[in-house]
């Protein structure tokens, strides 16, 4: 919960910048009034993202073998799972539950502490899910669009259910010796994981953009919306998924 000061006070920050400037029709059509504060903190991202974390990701991915990095990968899925179980259950899907219950059993036994997606192979397959994702089921509106450093996009509905998915997390409230240093740990692990999966697609769409950022924007909401509503295209008109930058 330490981890809420500075992503509230970079909140805070931006909304301050961001009522500095009138926002334009089409950043009012995209639910984007802050775009010109917005684009300046994507921007540092970009920047960081090029010179610190892509180049460190590549070595990681050219060090260490493919077998190893899909171990952590589905151990670092696997810790997460009490997150993605707490929101089937919160959304009363039933079916869900029941898969991440089973998954989380069987990854995090016969799958030696999830370092084997054992329950993948017996077709129980992995699905995403998150408290925003909740809160968009529920009706909530996702809010003006909103990229904060180092968290890339963050919209206020997706902000305040990354919060409250700590919250969830059994291991935010573990006490034990050597807490803060495993969870400094695993956020360095989670964090490279998922640089290392997202290198190529955020490549491609950085060659293929005209607008870098307004691609990404559409694309994150576009894969939000599809997120909540099952997977079916409706407003937004695709399912495509861009991890954050």
Not at 30 to 38: C, I, L, M, S, V
Request: with cysteine; hydrophobic share 40%.
């Amino acid at each position: 919960m330490k981890n809420s000061v500075p992503v509230m006070s970079a909140l805070a920050l931006s909304l301050m910048l961001g009522a500095c400037s009138t926002p334009s029709p089409e950043s009012l059509a995209q639910h984007d009034p802050w775009e010109k504060t917005n684009r300046d903190v994507f921007d540092f991202d970009v920047k960081l993202d090029r010179n610190v974390a892509r180049p460190i990701a590549k070595g990681y991915r050219a060090a260490v073998p493919e077998p190893v990095r899909d171990g952590i990968h589905n151990a670092i899925t696997n810790l997460n799972s009490p997150v993605i179980l707490a929101n089937d259950v919160l959304q009363g899907d039933g079916d869900k539950a029941a898969n991440t219950f089973g998954r989380i059993m069987i990854n995090s036994t016969v799958g030696l502490g999830g370092l084997i997606d054992v329950a993948s192979k017996l077709g129980i397959p992995y699905h995403e899910n998150d408290f925003g994702i909740t809160m968009g089921k529920g009706g909530a509106a996702e809010g003006s669009y909103l990229v904060l450093p180092f968290a890339g996009p963050m919209p206020p509905r997706d902000l305040v259910g990354t919060g409250v998915d700590v919250a969830f997390d059994p291991l935010t409230w573990a006490r034990f010796h050597g807490s803060d240093t495993w969870t400094v740990v695993r956020f360095g692990i989670g964090t490279l994981d998922a640089e290392t999966s997202r290198i190529d697609a955020v490549e491609t769409i950085e060659r293929s953009s005209i607008d870098f950022y307004a691609t990404t924007r559409n694309l994150y909401r576009q894969s939000r919306n599809a997120k909540i509503n099952e997977g079916k295209t409706g407003a937004s008109g695709t399912q495509d998924n861009l991890p954050n930058l």
